[in-house]
């Protein structure tokens, strides 16, 4: 899947515009554009820098449509519309999860160059609902260093100008979504 983000003027509305694999195009709404990192883009580092298949990213890259994308062009898959309420509500989990990391990383992110003691008592008071499931604080720190790398080259971005993205192709399966047959 191929993500781009181009740099509108500041304080008109950001948009990503993404390619899935299957050949259907939308565009994702964000925030008003400014010189800080667009949400989208801070979620789809953090989702790939930890690995997190099954977060915002990789559903779109598996199917879900989400508040705000809207289709350009493509087909979507025969009855990929069908339950769409039903797979958000079995979706809501990760993306809570996928939202709280997102926050941690930033937050690691803002502290310039913590020590990984540092980056536990940041964890355990930030998202003490994860517990067990929050990645290690060098997988943190690597993260976060990356965040700071995107969020200079968007800084960077004169209007007009696009960061592009490539999301792996592995697919996840959303709960809810029906599996086509010979698919594991």
């Not at 694999?21 to 883009?41: E, S």
């Not at 559903?59 to 958000?88: C, D, N, S, T």
């Not at 926050?103 to 994860?130: H, Y």
């Amino acid at each position: 899947m191929r993500v781009t983000f181009p740099r509108p003027a500041d304080h008109e509305v950001a948009y990503a515009v993404v390619e899935r694999d299957d050949g259907v195009v939308y565009r994702l709404l964000g925030g008003r554009a400014g010189t800080a990192l667009p949400h989208d883009i801070r979620h789809l580092i953090v989702e790939r820098e930890l690995g997190v298949t099954d977060g915002i990213w990789g559903g779109i890259a598996a199917g879900a449509v989400f508040a705000g994308m809207r289709q350009l062009r493509g087909r979507r898959p025969p009855h990929a519309a069908e339950h769409p309420a039903e797979r958000r509500r079995g979706y809501r989990d990760r993306m809570l999860r996928a939202e709280l990391l997102a926050d941690l990383v930033e937050k690691v992110a803002a502290l310039g160059n913590p020590t990984p003691d540092e980056i536990r008592r940041l964890s355990a008071a930030k998202v003490p609902v994860l517990r067990d499931a929050v990645p290690s604080p060098e997988a943190l720190a690597t993260a976060a260093c990356a965040l700071q790398v995107e969020a200079a080259r968007w800084a960077r971005l004169r209007p007009g100008q696009e960061l592009r993205y490539e999301w792996p192709s592995s697919r996840v399966r959303i709960p809810g979504q029906a599996r086509r047959r010979g698919s594991p």
